[in-house]
């Protein structure tokens, strides 16, 4: 029987208030590995930018003062609002964005990043 030796390679980060570490095992040569890596956590971390709710600069902190509207929004946004409403009427309301008084989507989109 063949064994392959596979490398790996582990990164963590600080997204969304939360250590994301990523753990992953191949035989691409780490170096090949990286940028993939680089272009998540990049994508984790224009996540982090556009949906904290904290950010007064934020897609969701704008949209929560009144000061962008949700057409000016990227896709993505629009993509998960629509979600958290769909979710929010299957619930019954259990599930609802806005039940602290503001718009956060926070606890939808830790799982859909």
């Known amino acids: ?3 392959m030796a596979f490398s790996g390679t582990v990164r963590v980060e600080q997204v969304m208030g939360l250590p994301v570490s990523v753990d992953v095992r191949t035989m691409l ?3 090949e590995l990286s940028p993939v890596l680089d272009d998540a956590f990049a994508w984790l971390g224009w996540v982090d930018a ?3 709710a904290t950010r ?3 897609a969701i902190g704008r949209l929560a003062a009144g000061r962008l ?3 000016d929004c990227a896709p993505e946004v629009t993509e998960v609002l629509e979600r958290c409403a769909e979710l929010r009427a299957a619930t ?3 599930f609802d964005e806005g039940a602290g008084g503001a718009l956060d989507p926070t606890l939808y989109v830790r799982g859909w990043a």
């Open 69 to 71: 509207a949700v057409d």
């Open 92 to 94: 019954g309301g259990y």
């Open 56 to 58: 007064p600069d934020s």
């Open 29 to 31: 040569p780490s170096r």
């Open 1 to 3: 029987m063949d064994t």
């Open 50 to 52: 556009t949906f904290d």
